[in-house]
């Protein structure tokens, strides 16, 4: 079964740390790029931090530049996404997406800005920033 499993939210004091994990089955983990996005429910869903290896950049939305970073274990086939000075803005429902490397039109600011992929959604993850 393709999937993306995710793990790693819960609650958390503002200028705090968190890790979200995303773990990929059923699929070749090295053929997909990953990007991370949150929702706060009653509003769209947002990109957060982005990669993509067609371009081999990485796109991070102004408001988690110097806080946010991706990492990925191909060993574990799992994606991460390190949050650092967390604020309570931050609190959302984190979701990560995995695109095939060879979508047409793929780089990493389209994909985290809403042009759509055929992308793997996991189930997401609620991140809770306490003041």
């Known amino acids: 079964e393709v999937q993306l499993v995710q793990s790693g939210g819960g609650l958390v004091q503002a200028g705090g740390s968190l890790r979200l994990s995303c773990t990929a089955s059923?699929?070749?983990?090295?053929?997909?790029?990953i990007g991370w996005f949150r929702q706060v429910p009653g509003t769209e869903r947002e990109g957060v931090l982005c990669?993509?290896?067609?371009?081999?950049?990485?796109y991070y939305a102004d408001f988690v530049k110097g806080r946010f970073s991706a990492s990925s274990d191909t060993a574990k086939k799992t994606w991460y996404l390190q949050m650092d000075d967390l604020k309570p803005e931050d609190t959302a429902t984190y979701y990560c997406?995995?695109?095939?490397?060879?979508?047409?039109?793929?780089?990493?600011?389209?994909?985290?800005?809403?042009?759509?992929?055929?992308?793997?959604w996991g189930q997401g993850t609620l991140v809770t920033v306490s003041s």
């Open positions: 997406a995995a695109v095939h490397n060879k979508e047409p039109n793929l780089n990493s600011r389209r994909l985290c800005l809403g042009y759509r992929y055929r992308e793997i």
């Open positions: 059923g699929f070749t983990f090295d053929d997909y790029t």
């Open positions: 990669t993509s290896s067609s371009d081999g950049l990485t």
